[in-house]
């Protein structure tokens, strides 16, 4: 998070309300941010596939994770191969397993000591109005590339998965303090598909709505767990297995991802 431009807040209004978010200040404090600890030089496609967000830290959230790093700067990500692939020995869980690629930008500082798992399993979200402190910060157009051991995201009715972030809304005015990424999906790990994200509304982004799940469940439902929902028909794709958020600095405040879960999770 970062306070120096807030969303949908006119920002007066939301520097008020920073105290309210410890992650908030915590990145606020951080006037020099930890270099990127690269493990493999690569250019990593942005949301918009144009690429050049740094180096990729190898991130693997198990044995499983990691490998395959490098990618194809037309297609960004983590492209290639994974050591050992993520493979359907029954159905898995619905949150994220892996945490398979990170890219940190400017301005993170928060939560990044205690990857993967915060990025990691059900999101641990404050409700309403207040953000989560169980977050990763992207920094400024930083991403992360998430998979799911066990599971696929499959295309049924409505939403299929869900971006757990930690936007909140601001007391009774219920302004929601936003921190916008773009989401990607992929079956492969080489192609990705982007849902739009742009200004306010903010209608395709995730980090702009508040988390109210804050416990494992065996099913998520969209319409009371919070978070942003996506639908893979709104790209065109049956079945996706990796999630790629990247954060818009072009957007306002810095993303902090909470969790990633599968509303419907098949095995493939
Ligand atoms: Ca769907
Ligand atoms: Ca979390």
Known sequence: M?????GRLPLPTALTFIALCAACSADMEATNPPPSTSAT???TG?????GGAGGIDAAGGSDAGGGGMGGDPGQGGFGGSFDAPLVCEGMGPIFATHVLATSYGPGQSFGREAMPEIALGPPLGGGCCQGSLDVVSLGDGGLIVLGF?????????GADFVVFENAFEIGASQALFVEPATVEVSADGITWAAFGCAGAPYDGCAGVSPV?????????????????AFDLAEVGMSEARFVRITDRADLGSVFDLDAV???HPVCP
């Open 2 to 6: 970062q306070a120096r431009s807030l």
């Open 41 to 43: 030089a690569g250019s």
């Open 46 to 50: 942005g949301a918009d596939g144009s």
């Open 149 to 157: 051991e066990g599971n696929a995201i499959a295309d049924g009715p």
């Open 212 to 228: 109210h799940l804050d416990s494992e469940v065996s099913a998520i439902d969209p319409t009371t767990h919070g978070g942003d």
């Open 261 to 263: 879960g599968i509303v």
